[in-house]
């Protein structure tokens, strides 16, 4: 089984265009991205995957590898599965390998978190697989913007939300930390070959439409997401102001 990493990175963002080139401490945010993944030792390949030629460019002058992808694509996976083609246009991989989503807004990933989900693929079962981590604070409990997540006792995603999921009911919103295990969804994916060929063929769902997720239509049309417990948190540049963040964790002793 091969793994092969591939990063989403899109120009256009109505949150933060051209985001994958704002440069941090130095270094562009895919840069920073992309050497991040690089370290990770499970990866047989790594690309980028892009509707920009200004971001492919940069990435091949910085010494990465990227491949030119649709301006149409709603979604990562949906490029992920264009970019896999490309790769594969020669039949280097099977069915059977595995295609790691990159979140190109991450630049401070963790590589045990690329490690950790590839390690869900000794299981031959598992087609999809993600990460998850458990939740410490309230007000990402409640925001809408940090997905949660509820599993199974085989560690397989019942349903992911914007709401904080499950509703302790008779209890105060600010002890369900502390009577229930949270967990929070970490933006990031694997799918063997076979099934990303498949979930890309999938329409919108409606669940999909409701939450603005797209792992609801795959769980919508009974599609197994096996989720893995990472310890490491996700720190996701989604509007210029996170990037103070960023900066701040880059300078701390310890990166």
């Not at 990402?140 to 009911?169: E, G, H, Q, W």
């Not at 600010?174 to 990303?196: D, E, R």
């Not at 720190?235 to 002793?253: E, F, Y």
């Amino acid at each position: 089984m091969k793994f092969i990493g591939i990063i989403p990175a899109r120009y256009a963002s109505s949150r933060f265009s051209g985001k994958a080139l704002f440069v941090i401490e130095g270094k562009t945010m895919i840069q920073r991205v992309y050497e991040q993944a690089n370290k990770a030792g499970i990866l047989d390949d790594l690309f980028v995957a892009t509707d920009d030629v200004s971001i492919l460019n940069h990435v091949n002058k910085f010494g990465g590898k990227a491949i030119m992808t649709s301006p149409d694509h709603q979604c990562g996976t949906d490029r992920c599965q264009e970019a896999f083609q490309i790769i594969n246009k020669e039949g280097k991989y099977n069915t059977d390998d595995v295609i790691i989503n990159i979140q190109g807004d991450e630049p401070l990933i963790n590589p045990e978190q690329i490690e950790s989900v590839a390690s869900c693929f000794k299981n031959n079962n598992v087609g999809i697989a993600t990460l998850v981590r458990k939740m410490d604070n309230t007000d990402d409990l409640i925001s809408p913007t940090v997905m949660k997540v509820v599993c199974d006792k085989n560690k397989r995603a019942m349903y992911f939300s914007r709401s904080p999921i499950p509703y302790f009911r008779g209890l105060d919103q600010a002890q369900w930390l502390k009577k229930h295990t949270y967990y929070q969804h970490i933006g990031i994916y694997a799918y063997k070959a076979s099934v990303l060929n498949e979930i890309h063929l999938l329409p919108p769902s409606s669940l999909e439409k409701v939450e603005s997720l797209e792992q609801l239509r795959w769980l919508e049309n009974g599609y197994s997401i096996h989720v893995e417990i990472t310890e490491h948190a996700s720190h996701s540049v989604d509007v210029p102001g996170d990037v103070t963040k960023i900066i701040q964790l880059l300078n701390q002793p310890n990166k």
